[in-house]
């Protein structure tokens, strides 16, 4: 492959939060990056960090930092919702995105928030921590 292919893997050097390797994944998948870290987040807590820190530290240093821009993705990002919000307006800022009523969606999250207790009010606490709010 050539250098300047954007199928090959790179930390980003735009979408970084501390190392850029998640912001790389969301480039490569063309995703929004958001969905790792939150995914990070989830898996180091229930793992006690470190089992996850670890290769995490290690895929970093062996990943190479982009040599080249590229063109930025034009992935949906989410926000929380200033107008369409109960309690943090996440749920808000996921209904905005898909066009569709909130109301369904707070449903859904109190029947697995009930069930599961932890992760999904766990889920909801980084969302409400980590995305910003509408502008």
Known sequence: MNGDSTRDFYRSTDDCCITGFLGG???????????????????????????????????????????????????????????????????GGIAQIYQMEATPLRILFLIFAIFTIVPFTLTYLFCWALLPIES
């Open 25 to 91: 994944l969301g480039e490569y998948f063309g995703v929004n990056p958001f969905i790792f870290r939150l995914i990070f987040l989830l898996v180091g807590f229930y793992s006690a960090v470190l089992p996850l820190l670890i290769p995490y530290v290690i895929a970093s240093i062996i990943t190479k930092k982009r040599p080249f821009p590229i063109e930025k993705k034009n992935y949906v990002h989410l926000y929380r919702s200033r107008t369409n919000r109960r309690v943090g307006g996440v749920i």
